[in-house]
């Protein structure tokens, strides 16, 4: 459509000028804060004819009235416009949940894709995505109106189905939807959990458990199946996800094995020290749990809440001034100094290793591992304003650790009875720089 009349262009000129009418095509937004259900046909398709594609659509979406209005341009445009970008028209809007477009086309004559078959790729794509974002409307027309199968998510024996796809997004209402189908709630999935720590049989409770959401724990709760609570548990303390822990504990789920270095609850704890999850450890602690004990395991390695606490990437203050609040204090550090003097001397040693791979790299190395060293030492530090060492310019990971270890936790142990003078002692190996030596023992 075009504007060929005088009054047409003052109009639409008018109409672009008003406070309440505002369209901004660069950034594909439109801002409508009139009463434009008041406007007739006509002056709708004038201003509509000016719009982008994705400003017209934004407008569409506005009304029922201005859908209807627009509805032509709408198909005019669909008409040039999906032949070469059918296919991401379609993904993008109903991403965008926008369940008209994407009916049209899906529907003849536009039929983007071939939905002849409940089962065809493009249709477990968009119910993938629909159950992910909540969208009820989308997930029941694809489901009632172009028969894409539920159970096709799986994609083979061990693989979610749709159900835990729900329960890890969090979507209660795409759940009751799914189980209206007739998709089973009751099955398992395998999780890998870590490169190390191999694959496991994970439920749905599991699957909202792990991934935070206790409105979708409740929903489950209500469904009158015998769930093993203490597995999630176990789940829900490892990611530090204090509302389902909470769900789960006034469910019935119990805190006792916690200290029974034979039961994975303890070993929960450990991982939720080791991740720095400050809160779920004191919900623990306050909902009267025993202190898990340290523990040798067969091949000499000790492990225990304060080591592990240590032994994290970036070390939390707050975990370990919280382990030994309720640890019984600087009893739980001295019965552990020499575990923890190792941990600060492995410190040392790696970072000075780092250092030297770093020195006899090439000169293009080196620039990489230069502009990696501000991004991340920048970042992690915060842009502090403090001269930093010369022999950590090469090791942005090792120095990032050994900052946060001699600026807040070492101080900490010192205060609360690790031996300064043993400390010392170790740290005089020839591997390990004087200077790296003085700046651990400097609060000593």
């Given amino acids: 459509m075009t504007c060929k009349s005088p ?68 198909e005019r445009e669909l008409a040039v416009a999906w032949k070469r970008h059918g296919s991401f028209l379609l993904d993008k809007h109903a991403r965008k949940n926008n369940v008209p477009l994407t009916r049209k086309l899906l529907s003849p004559p536009y039929s983007v894709q071939n939905t002849s078959s409940g089962d065809e790729p493009a249709l477990r794509h ?24 539920p159970r096709g998510l799986e994609r083979g024996d061990g693989n979610p189905n749709a159900i835990h796809l729900a329960a890890q997004a969090g979507q209660v209402a795409i759940a009751k939807l799914l189980l209206s189908r007739g998709i089973p709630i009751t099955t398992t999935y395998t999780y890998r959990a870590g490169p190390n720590l191999g694959r496991a049989r994970n439920n749905t409770m599991d699957a909202a458990a792990r991934a935070g959401h206790p409105s979708f724990v409740e ?47 303890y070993y929960a704890f450990l991982r939720a020290c080791n991740a720095g999850h400050t809160e779920a450890i004191r919900w623990v ?9 340290t523990t040798t395991n067969p091949y000499g390695f000790v492990n225990g809440p304060l080591l592990s606490a240590l032994r994290a990437n970036r070390p939390n203050p707050d975990v370990m001034s919280t382990l030994i609040e309720h640890g019984g204090g600087s009893p739980l550090v001295i019965s552990n100094t020499q575990e923890i003097v190792n941990e600060l001397v492995k410190v040392a040693q790696e970072a000075r290793r780092d250092l030297s791979s770093f020195n006899n790299s090439s000169d293009s190395e080196s620039e990489d591992w230069a502009r990696r060293i501000r991004r991340i030492r920048n970042r992690a530090r915060g842009h502090r304003a403090r001269n930093e060492p010369e022999l950590w310019k090469g090791n942005p990971t090792g120095a990032r650790r050994f900052h946060a270890l001699c600026d807040h936790i070492v101080p900490l142990l010192l205060e609360n009875g690790l031996d300064a003078d043993l400390l010392a002692s170790e740290l005089q190996q020839p591997d390990i720089p004087d200077s790296i030596a003085r700046e651990m023992t400097k609060s000593a």
């Fill in 219 to 265: 929903f489950l709760l209500k469904q009158n199946i015998e769930w093993p609570l203490d597995d999630s548990l176990v789940l829900a303390l490892e990611e530090g996800h204090i509302g389902v822990l909470q769900t789960l504990l006034d469910a019935g789920a119990s805190l006792e094995k916690i200290d029974d270095p034979s039961q994975e609850l």
């Fill in 285 to 293: 602690f306050d909902h009267g749990a025993r202190f898990p004990p």
């Fill in 7 to 74: 009054s047409s262009t003052v109009l639409l000129s008018r109409l672009k000028s008003s406070p309440t009418w505002s369209v901004v095509c660069r950034f594909r937004v439109i801002s409508l804060s009139g009463r434009m259900d008041r406007l007739s046909v006509e002056v709708v398709l004038l201003v509509g004819s000016h719009l982008p594609f994705p400003s017209l659509v934004a407008l569409s979406e506005t009304s029922k009235w201005l859908r209807y209005c627009v509805d032509p341009l709408l």
């Fill in 126 to 149: 968009l119910l993938h995505a629909s159950v992910c974002s909540g969208s009820v409307e989308m997930a029941t027309m694809l489901i009632d109106d172009f028969g894409a199968d």
